[in-house]
């Protein structure tokens, strides 16, 4: 027979954030991916881009992204709201990635300091990755 704690006597704790941040980030995902799949679409019809193009850019809306494409005119989406959404799905992306790796190396980890190293590791990992695309995003 299996107890239950009702929810008034469980508590918020870390765990409980981190399951709603792994939900919460996956649906920030698709909104990002919604608002470059409209920008993409607007472009293509006023650019008569291709499919791939249109794709290219609704997955990473940066216009150095889709520079070497047969696009005639790429200064109107080069302003600082497509930046703004690139830098967004970027940094959720790779958060959401690294606490899926954390979560998959707890069940294989059994020591207490092997967990930390890879935490460790992990948050090294996000922030250099997350300064990385910052910088390629803001600075190309």
């Not at 992204?65 to 799905?89: C, E, K, M, Y």
């Given at each position: ?8 006597k469980?508590g918020?704790?870390f ?12 649906l ?5 991916i919604?608002?470059g ?6 472009m293509?019809a006023?650019?008569n ?10 997955f ?5 992204h889709?520079?070497s494409?047969n696009?005639?005119?790429i ?5 600082a709201?497509w ?7 970027l940094?959720v ?5 690294v606490?899926g790796l954390?979560?998959?190396a ?6 207490p300091?092997q ?13 250099s990755i997350?300064?990385?695309g910052?910088y ?5």
């Amino acid at each position: 027979m299996k107890r239950t704690l009702p929810i008034s006597k469980r508590g918020l704790n870390f765990e409980t954030i981190m399951w709603f941040f792994t939900r919460l980030s996956a649906l920030a995902m698709y909104g990002f991916i919604i608002i470059g799949m409209i920008g993409a679409l607007v472009m293509g019809a006023r650019m008569n881009m291709n499919f791939a193009d249109v794709m290219r850019w609704a997955f990473m809306s940066n216009s150095t992204h889709v520079q070497s494409t047969n696009i005639p005119d790429i200064a109107p989406w080069a302003n600082a709201f497509w930046r703004l959404v690139a830098s967004g799905f970027l940094l959720v992306a790779s958060a959401h990635g690294v606490h899926g790796l954390v979560v998959i190396a707890d069940d294989y980890l059994v020591k207490p300091l092997q967990r930390n190293v890879v935490r460790l590791l992990s948050i090294v990992m996000l922030v250099s990755i997350g300064l990385i695309g910052l910088y390629v995003i803001w600075t190309a």
